[in-house]
């Protein structure tokens, strides 16, 4: 399959780049992939590779079994309409652009005499550019296992991959990995910015932060104790951290975090029938 396997990067930027990395001499070679950018820099990165590249959309997209849609979501309607004309009855469309559901994707793809259904729609998230991603997959009923065992080897060549059943679920994956690694960020910068104001130097501020949430969450990956028990076993009675954690009681630390993913996947469903007109 990996000898044989053809893929077309409708978008040739990060995420397409990053895909790439993970599916280039695993899953396919370089000439069996076809990138289609406007942008002549990026082309040229794609050449360089060794693909096949090109500013607009042509016949060769024909020859690629799997369409990959990575093109920013006020971009992806006019890219679907420049592709349409030379989509096969067996290409396996995946869109990893942002705030399109699945539902509209598929309308834009189909024609009068054909309703098409084989589309998995993705949502990755930025650690996926250095092979550390978490990316969550839902597919519509046109969609076979082969297809599914497919597009989880593709997104897995950069993350993990979790699949949910619905274009909400994705609207929530959206708000926990999609958006979470902001979250995490502003984290390491109020730990950075608090020991630096006490006396630490930044440069030692951020080593620590970061070795602290690395480890921290290896720490969970690998425990087989619950998340909870971990945070529990850290938590002396009257110690420093149960000092900290009384802090972030009283300020209600767990429902901002609940409200702040709420407001996230709000926006995604609005931003998905804004997308949709």
Request: aromatic share 6%; proline share 4%; net charge negative.
């Amino acid at each position: 399959m990996a000898k044989e396997l053809t893929i077309a990067f409708i978008g040739g930027g990060n995420m397409a780049s990053a895909l790439a990395s993970g599916l280039i001499g695993r899953h396919c070679s370089a000439d069996n992939v076809h990138v289609i950018d406007p942008g002549a820099p990026a082309l040229e990165h794609w050449q360089q590779q060794g693909t096949s590249v090109a500013q607009h959309a042509d016949a060769t997209l024909t020859k690629h079994r799997v369409w990959i849609f990575a093109v920013k979501p006020q971009h992806l309607k006019q890219a679907v309409a420049q592709c349409l004309p030379y989509l096969q009855p067996d290409t396996l469309v995946i869109s990893v652009a942002a705030g399109i559901s699945a539902a509209t994707l598929s309308d834009w793809l189909s024609t009068p005499d054909h309703h098409f259904t084989r589309l998995v729609r993705c949502m990755p998230n930025t650690p996926a550019l250095i092979g550390a991603g978490a990316s969550g997959l839902m597919a519509l009923d046109g969609v076979n296992p082969d297809d599914r065992k497919l597009a989880t080897e593709l997104l897995e060549s950069v993350g993990q991959v979790v699949w949910v059943n619905s274009d909400y679920e994705i609207d929530v994956v959206t708000s926990l990995s999609g958006s979470g690694p902001a979250y995490v960020f502003l984290f390491l910068e109020a730990l950075i910015a608090s020991a630096t104001q006490q006396g630490l130097s930044v440069q030692q501020s951020r080593q620590l932060a970061l070795a602290t949430l690395t480890g921290a969450t290896q720490l969970a990956t690998q425990s087989p104790d619950s998340i909870a028990t971990l945070r529990e076993r850290v938590t002396s009675k009257g110690g420093t951290t149960a000092a900290a954690l009384d802090v972030f009681q009283q300020r209600d630390f767990t429902s901002t975090i609940d409200m702040a993913m709420k407001a996230a996947t709000n926006r995604a469903a609005q931003l998905s029938l804004e997308f949709s007109k």
